[in-house]
């Protein structure tokens, strides 16, 4: 009897086939869900909730640039700088996406780092993701003051389409904010990695838990985000 049972245990229900077993897997919270914390689900709501916010702007900007009858300013000329006395198209563009590109890659490794909790060098590749961005931005500034002073405003430009300033303004300026938030929050969680909060069980935002390093893989996951957004940025706005 015993050996009966040994040999034939309770198999659980089958599941159905195709699509049905897959949306079966997935509501019945056995794969895809069970072992992830709340914080990290939230982050994932939220950047799908945000995914929708950045697809409209970026379907408005689309749908007003091909159905304007005047004609749309050339990024390659609007975006350009002069250096010398020679105008180069889009090199501070191509500037800001490559320190961009590149904080992916440090909070990446701070991340690797600090499930190996090796708060060091966690914090300190924390901070330089947070130096990339801040350049970033502070680039973003100066770009945004260089248009403005040539004359673009939400209501117009001079180059053509009046649809391109509230664009710009518009796209652009969200993407900054998630920027600048992201650099924030960054610089706030290398603070307390660095302080070796999550060591000692200290007690405040995001530390009541030892070990809890998650909330590094959770920032993470913010930028990479706010990385991926402006390559669709780049290559919508700026090269077609």
Same mark, same amino acid.
């Given at each position: 009897m015993t050996e009966t049972?040994? !040999?034939n245990p309770i198999e659980?229900? $089958?599941r159905p086939a195709g699509w049905q077993g897959i949306a079966a897997d997935w509501s019945s919270d056995q794969r895809a869900f069970k072992n992830v914390s709340w914080g990290k689900a939230m982050m994932w /709501?939220? &950047?799908l909730s945000d995914t929708f916010i950045f697809s409209c702007f970026l379907l408005s900007y689309m749908t007003a640039r091909m159905s304007t009858t005047v004609p749309w300013p050339n990024p390659s000329e609007v975006f350009a700088l002069t250096i010398g006395d020679k105008k180069i198209p889009l /090199? &501070? /563009?191509a500037i800001m996406t490559f320190v961009l590109i590149s904080s992916s890659g440090t909070m990446a490794m $701070?991340? @690797?780092f600090g499930y190996r909790r090796d708060r060091f060098k966690t914090a300190a590749l924390m901070l330089a993701t947070a130096a990339f961005g $801040? !350049?970033?931005v502070g680039m973003q500034a100066f770009e945004w003051t260089k248009l403005i002073m040539e004359g673009v405003r939400p209501?117009? @430009?001079p180059w053509g389409a009046a649809q391109f300033g509230a664009s710009f303004f518009m796209i652009t300026g969200f993407h900054g904010t998630h920027v600048t938030i992201g650099v924030i929050f960054l610089i706030a969680i290398a603070r307390k990695v660095w302080r070796g909060d999550f060591d000692v069980e200290r007690r405040g935002f995001f530390t009541s838990r030892r070990g809890y390093y998650e909330i590094v893989e959770i920032t993470g996951l913010y930028w990479h985000f706010v990385d991926l957004v402006w390559v669709f940025i780049f290559a919508l706005?700026? &090269?077609w």
């Open positions: 049972a040994l !040999t659980p229900p $089958a /709501i939220f &950047l /090199i &501070l /563009i $701070a991340v @690797n $801040a !350049t970033f209501w117009g @430009n706005f700026y &090269l």
